[in-house]
Every structure is written in structure tokens, then in C-alpha cells.
């Protein structure tokens, strides 16, 4: 077949979407890493100031239950959902709604921080990282 033939259109085409992935996720983890820095701020600064590490809960996805968790940190929104605990890892602290968890308690796995918490969620809800930083270290112990 001559050059140019649907091959090589299918092929540009695929080379395209690989390139356009790598770069996706170079620009994921550039974000990660960024947000993650911005928590170990956080850390040493709460730290500093000496602010109170509290237990941590976590919400079912219904929002109607929450569940005891072997967690200890700082809530870092007002609905109890982000945390950052003693170790520096960032949680969102959402588990499905389970008579086991109600029982024994929950276990999250902590997750990647981002840039912007709750991006593409309703509007007004979303927040930068280091504002909901900044914004929980200023309230000292009186959080939430």
C-alpha cells in the first residue's frame, strides 16, 4: 500500500494517544508531588505550632454512618473528610457503609493529595491545597 494509506494514519494516530498518556501522567505526577510537599509543610508546621492530633473518623459514601479509625491527625475541612495524619499521609476519609466497620471500625488507605481538593465537584466546593492548609493551620486547636 502507498505511504500514507490508512496504516500510517492509524498508526500517527496511536503513537499520538500514547504520547498524549505519557504526558498526562508526567503531568499527574508533577501535581502529586507538588501537593505531597505542600502536606509535608503542613506536617512541620503543625508540629511547630504544637496543634492537637485528634482521632479520625471516616463517613460511609451515604454520608449517613461514621466509623472509628486507628487514625490520629488533623481534619483539614469542616465536614471531616480530608485529613492529614501524624505520618504526613493524606486521607479522604470516605469507606463504603459496611455493619463490620460499624462493629470493628474502618481502615481508609491513604490516598494522593491534589492541587485542588474536590475538583469537578458541584461548584463551591472544591478549595487549593494550600488554602485548606494555610485555612486549617490558622484555626489552631479550635478546628472544626
Known amino acids: ?13 496511536r503513537r499520538a494517544v500514547v ?4 504526558a498526562d501522567e508526567r503531568r499527574r505526577n508533577a501535581e502529586t508531588e507538588q501537593a505531597r ?5 503542613f506536617l512541620r508546621e503543625a508540629r511547630e505550632r504544637g496543634l492537637r492530633q485528634t482521632p479520625l473518623t471516616a463517613v460511609a459514601y451515604n454520608g449517613r ?22 505520618g504526613g499521609a493524606f486521607y479522604v476519609l470516605t469507606v463504603p457503609a459496611s455493619l463490620r466497620a460499624r462493629l470493628t471500625g474502618a481502615t481508609p488507605q491513604p490516598s494522593s493529595p491534589k492541587l485542588v481538593i474536590g475538583e469537578g ?11 485548606m492548609l494555610r485555612r486549617r493551620l490558622e484555626a489552631g486547636d479550635t478546628w472544626p
Open 1 to 13: 500500500m502507498a505511504e500514507g494509506g490508512p496504516e500510517d494514519w492509524a498508526e500517527q494516530r
Open 19 to 22: 504520547a498524549h498518556a505519557a
Open 37 to 41: 510537599q505542600l502536606v509535608v509543610s
Open 65 to 86: 454512618s461514621r466509623y472509628r479509625t486507628p487514625l490520629t491527625g488533623w481534619y483539614l475541612d469542616v465536614a471531616l473528610i480530608h485529613a492529614v495524619d501524624g
Open 121 to 131: 465537584g458541584p461548584d463551591g466546593q472544591s478549595m487549593p491545597l494550600h488554602a
